[in-house]
C-alpha cells in the first residue's frame, strides 16, 4: 500500500501487525505460517492477534481524526492484560521497559506503546483515512497533519473524487 519508510524503533512492530491486513483485497497475511513467523505468533495466538491488530487499527484511525470503522475490545483493555518490567542498568543509571514475557504478541506491543508513549511518537502513527485501506503508517509530515497512507493512491484517489463531486 505505502511507499513510506516504516515507523521507528518498536513503533514497527505495531504497523506490521495492522498492516497484515489488506482491507481492499481481504488477505490476510497472519493466514499464512510465513506471516505468522514474521510476527513471532504461533497459531494459537492467532485470535488475539487479530483482535489486538484491530483494536490498534481503531487508535490508529482516532490518531489521524476518524472514527472507529467498527467496533472492537477498547486498546487499553487488551493493553491492562500484559506485564511489563522496568529494568535499571546499574553501570549509567539508564531505565528501560520492557515485556515480562518476552513470548507474547501483546507484551511486545504493550512494551512498544509505551516506548512510544515516552518518546512523544505514539500519535504519529496513523491509519490511512481511506475507507477502502485503513493502512498504518508513520505520519513525518512537519505539521504532523498526514491523512493518507500514499499521496500517490488514496491521497490522489481522495483527491480526484473531490474534484469530480465539485463538477457535478
Known amino acids: 500500500m505505502s511507499e513510506r ?7 514497527a512492530l505495531v504497523e506490521a501487525l495492522v498492516n ?10 497472519l493466514d499464512t505460517v510465513e506471516g505468522r513467523a514474521r510476527l513471532e505468533i ?8 487479530r483482535e489486538l491488530r484491530e483494536s490498534l487499527r481503531t487508535v490508529l484511525l482516532a490518531h489521524a481524526g476518524h472514527p472507529p470503522h467498527r ?18 542498568d546499574a553501570r549509567d543509571g539508564s531505565a ?9 504478541l501483546l507484551s511486545r506491543v504493550a512494551a512498544a506503546v509505551a516506548e512510544a508513549l515516552v518518546a512523544g511518537t505514539w500519535t504519529r502513527l496513523k491509519a ?12 513525518r509530515s512537519p505539521a504532523g497533519r498526514g491523512r493518507w497512507c500514499s499521496m500517490q493512491v488514496c491521497g ?5 473524487r473531490r474534484y469530480r ?3 457535478t
Open 5 to 11: 519508510s516504516s515507523a521507528p524503533g518498536s513503533l
Open 20 to 29: 497484515t491486513l489488506d482491507i481492499e483485497t481481504g488477505a490476510d497475511s
Open 42 to 49: 504461533s497459531e494459537a495466538e492467532l485470535e488475539r492477534a
Open 71 to 88: 467496533r472492537v475490545t477498547p486498546l487499553d483493555e487488551l493493553l491492562a492484560r500484559a506485564p511489563l518490567l522496568v529494568s535499571v
Open 96 to 104: 528501560t521497559l520492557a515485556p515480562a514475557d518476552d513470548g507474547p
Open 128 to 139: 490511512c483515512e481511506a475507507a477502502t485501506c485503513h493502512w498504518a503508517f508513520y505520519d
Open 156 to 160: 490522489a484517489r481522495a483527491k480526484m
Open 165 to 167: 463531486a465539485k463538477q
